[in-house]
């Protein structure tokens, strides 16, 4: 059962200078903790938007975020007490304090102690996280006999250390299959499943479980669903005249693809390959059922169209869901595919 810190307990931390967040040796981080932070409560008057920015301050930009203006700094690493950003969030000026009275927009104790922290902690910070190389963390150095198996479980024991959260006790073997097989296959398992599992004594008997699970047809019927979600899967259009269409193929390769754990099932290059090289096959037997995911998209069905903006449409359609992180790869394939069309 879940731990957590009484009344009392938390006064007495609010009291003694703590946080609510953790202790202060505790790393905030910018992307995870503080981003948001910014985002929902800054960004509207000092973001993107050129509408609506005020005093020229976008704090969405590093170099602004960290640069002098006039006689202050916004962010000072290691100082909250000398920058700006923090002077106003915790002012008691009604002309200074930020974010303003009239904006509806309201900081925590949690949040500004966060931001607090963050700059305290010398104000490191990420870009998009989409962009940044992942590295391999430190093993936390945790003590616990009997919990920690793996790795994993170090990192999962030190986030329940840090919030004083004590692990759940393992649960037992009936539960145990019952979570894994709605996890992997999205159905109960067997009272033959169940049985076999409570009479294997060993030591691999879960991960022997969880292996026959994935060999599963049914995994790869769980895993697309979401993909097929994403595509906006149904048999029929689902607009105005709510069309029937026979796509069956496409959600049965998908399916395909989990299950022989392809390493690709619908990234734009295969797309884009199959469209342009029709002549060549995607490595699965089926040279066209790939594009399935951008025939999934709006179809202009009425004579007149344009041809070059509904393909240009579709395009940023099939990237958009596909998650191509560069735009000039899109352009490339509207030029291509547009010059196809004609």
Not at 21 to 44: M, P, Q, T, W
Not at 47 to 66: M, S, T, V
Not at 191 to 213: H, I, M, N, W
Not at 296 to 306: E, F, P, Q, S
Request: proline share 5%.
């Amino acid at each position: 059962m879940r731990r957590v810190l009484s009344a009392t307990v938390m006064a007495g931390v609010l009291f003694a200078g703590g946080s609510v967040f953790g202790a202060d040796d505790e790393k905030v981080d910018f992307d995870r903790d503080v981003k948001g932070i910014l985002s929902d409560n800054c960004f509207k008057c000092h973001g993107p938007d050129d509408k609506d920015r005020k005093e020229e301050l976008r704090l969405d930009l590093r170099e602004q975020l960290f640069a002098k203006r006039g006689d202050h700094f916004t962010v000072v690493p290691g100082k909250p007490g000398e920058s700006e950003l923090f002077k106003r969030i915790v002012s008691d000026d009604e002309f200074a304090k930020m974010p303003p009275p009239d904006s509806g927009k309201t900081l925590t104790k949690k949040q500004i102690d966060i931001i607090r922290k963050w700059i305290a902690q010398g104000a490191e910070w990420k870009g998009h996280w989409a962009y940044t190389s992942v590295k391999r963390p430190a093993v936390v150095n945790v003590k616990r006999p009997g919990f920690v198996r793996n790795e994993i479980d170090r990192f999962v024991l030190g986030s329940l250390n840090r919030k004083r959260v004590a692990p759940a006790n393992e649960a037992d073997r009936i539960t145990l299959i019952r979570r894994l097989s709605f996890d992997l296959t999205g159905l109960p398992p067997t009272t033959a499943q169940v049985t076999d599992f409570l009479a294997d004594k060993s030591d691999g008997a879960y991960e022997a479980l969880v292996d026959r699970l994935l060999r599963s047809p049914h995994f790869g019927e769980r895993m697309a669903l979401y993909w097929l979600d994403q595509v906006r899967y149904a048999d029929t259009g689902g607009y105005h005249s709510d069309n029937h269409r026979d796509v069956w193929l496409y959600r049965d390769y998908v399916i395909k693809s989990f299950n022989e754990n392809l390493p690709s099932i619908n990234s734009p290059s295969n797309n884009w390959q199959v469209i342009c090289c029709p002549n060549q096959h995607d490595g699965n037997g089926s040279p066209r059922v790939t594009t399935g995911c951008s025939k999934r998209l709006r179809k202009v069905a009425r004579r007149g169209k344009n041809i070059r903006q509904n393909t240009t449409l579709t395009v940023c359609g099939t990237f958009r869901k596909s998650g191509w992180p560069r735009p000039w790869d899109a352009r490339n394939a509207i030029t291509t595919s547009s010059t196809r069309s004609q």
